[in-house]
């Protein structure tokens, strides 16, 4: 919880600089703004840590192998990092390039997920 307190003080101060830097130079209130959100991803760090150690700990009590947990972990992270970056670039008043990033995000995610599908067509295979 206390983590929660630290990103949402920064968030605030940091949104509340960038307002007032915005207004005089745009570019160092996006600049700020990339700073702040960084920031906030550091601070968060140690809780997703705790979500994939859980993760891999639900996994082993399962008996599920990393080539299926991997690809589940690989597609989150790039869907959080697609978001932010769209978002980013959205704060930059660049939609076109946003639009590109969650374009090739969606495909990468799809790309990473691949060995789950190659994984459920085996599976029917062999119960065929």
């Known amino acids: ?4 307190f630290k990103v949402a003080g920064i968030a ?9 830097l915005k207004k ?3 570019e160092l209130g996006t600049v700020l703004g990339l700073l702040v959100a960084a920031a906030i ?3 968060g760090l140690d809780v997703f ?10 996994a082993r009590m399962a008996g599920l192998s990393d080539d299926l947990v991997l690809p589940v972990v690989k597609t989150a992270g790039i869907a959080v990092l697609t ?10 008043k660049e939609n076109a390039v946003a639009s590109g990033v969650e374009t090739v995000g969606a495909v990468f995610g799809l ?3 691949l060995p789950l599908f190659s994984g459920l067509i085996e599976l ?3 119960l065929i």
């Open 24 to 26: 005089e130079t745009p």
């Open 12 to 20: 605030i101060a940091g949104m509340a600089m960038a307002l007032l």
């Open 41 to 43: 991803l550091a601070a």
């Open 49 to 58: 840590r705790a979500v994939l150690e859980f993760m891999d700990g639900i």
């Open 124 to 126: 029917m295979e062999r």
């Open 1 to 4: 919880m206390d983590t929660l």
């Open 83 to 92: 978001k932010i970056t769209a978002d980013i670039c959205r704060d930059a």
């Open 111 to 113: 790309y990473t997920a």
